[in-house]
């Protein structure tokens, strides 16, 4: 079962806040999040970004990666 789910905004209410939810707007596009308050007039929603978080992670292993390895395999040979 997938933690984002569908909630229509008639079934909205205190116990979604802090959760992830699935948000489906007017023009069709889904963006998820978080709810952080729920008022009568609407709410107050955070989005989360997915794209760049994976980017960050991608470029932080491609640097230390290849550094590390070759210096760590080819030491040993040198020594002896």
């Known amino acids: 079962m ?3 789910r569908y909630i229509p905004s ?3 209410n205190r116990q979604h ?3 992830p939810t699935k948000l489906l707007l007017k023009n069709g596009k889904v963006i998820y999040g ?3 308050e729920i008022r009568k ?3 107050i929603f955070l989005p989360i970004n997915n794209q760049s978080r994976k ?3 991608m470029q932080s ?3 230390f990666f290849p550094i590390f390895i070759p210096i760590g ?3 040993p040979f040198i020594i002896f």
Do not use: A
């Open 55 to 57: 980017k960050k992670n």
């Open 34 to 36: 978080t709810i952080k």
């Open 2 to 4: 997938s933690k984002w």
């Open 61 to 63: 292993t491609l640097i």
């Open 73 to 75: 395999f080819f030491i």
């Open 17 to 19: 806040t802090g959760k």
């Open 10 to 12: 008639h079934q909205l």
């Open 41 to 43: 007039n609407g709410i």
